[in-house]
């Protein structure tokens, strides 16, 4: 099982002692990894965009074997600017087959960026040209609050991991849902404990819960092949 994302599923490589974790780093604990092996390849930092042309995604693809699990959570970066001079990594808006050419200040060179969803896409359809099948998830929640409700992405990143798993038929996780509803019923103050630096990062507390509620989503996947694996 490969799982690929951004800093809220990978939040650098030292897991202990690092105050910020991704629910990446916590999930095989609860697989049986001595029938599968789950390895968390997400990066920090990353959009859908930015982890394939900084070629991660092609290292998870040179490694991918008939019977694989990719399971995806990206949109938390996708939002940033496409050709800003810090890191343009930004993705257009939505799921269509929208393009912008751009000349790439990091990079150095002309680049066609297209949209969340086509990049999504990709990830599934090359995942399912090495016979491995795709899960999408849809991006944890900010500790952002209204009216004693943690805010939902049903409007944007959310719908949009949504929309696209239900066109390509794959697999999904709507993660957003899932820990927000957990969140809620911790209430605000319990859940502010979880977020040590910022209203994004999880604290291991706070990154083992998302995983428990990756797990929850896998579970609620109709013929989900990866349920097998779970511990009893």
Not at 2 to 12: A, E, H, K, M, P
Not at 30 to 42: E, H, K, M, P, Q
Request: with cysteine; net charge positive; aromatic share 10%.
């Amino acid at each position: 099982m490969y799982v690929i994302g951004d800093s809220t599923v990978r939040n650098g490589t030292k897991q202990i002692g690092n105050p910020l974790q991704g629910w990446g780093s916590f999930i095989g604990a609860y697989f049986d990894t001595t029938r599968i092996a789950v390895l968390n390849n997400a990066m920090g930092g990353t959009s859908t965009r930015t982890f394939i042309s900084s070629g991660l995604w092609e290292k998870v693809m040179t490694q991918l074997q008939p019977g694989d699990f990719v399971i995806m959570q990206f949109g938390h970066n996708d939002s940033s600017p496409l050709d800003d001079a810090a890191r343009a990594r930004g993705t257009i808006k939505g799921t269509g087959d929208e393009s912008h050419e751009i000349d790439n200040p990091i990079l150095k060179k002309k680049e066609t960026v297209y949209t969340y969803g086509w990049y999504l896409r990709k990830f599934v359809n090359e995942a399912q040209s090495k016979g491995a099948t795709a899960i999408i998830c849809s991006p944890v929640p900010r500790n952002n609050w209204k009216d004693g409700k943690v805010n939902r992405a049903d409007s944007d990143y959310g719908k949009w991991s949504e929309e696209t798993a239900a066109t390509m038929k794959v697999g999904f996780v709507h993660l957003n849902h899932l820990i927000a509803d957990r969140y809620d019923k911790l209430g605000a103050d319990t859940v502010k404990t979880f977020f040590p630096s910022d209203n994004t990062h999880t604290n291991a507390r706070g990154a083992d819960i998302n995983a428990q509620c990756v797990v929850e989503g896998l579970k609620s996947i109709k013929g989900c092949k990866l349920v097998k694996f779970l511990k009893k």
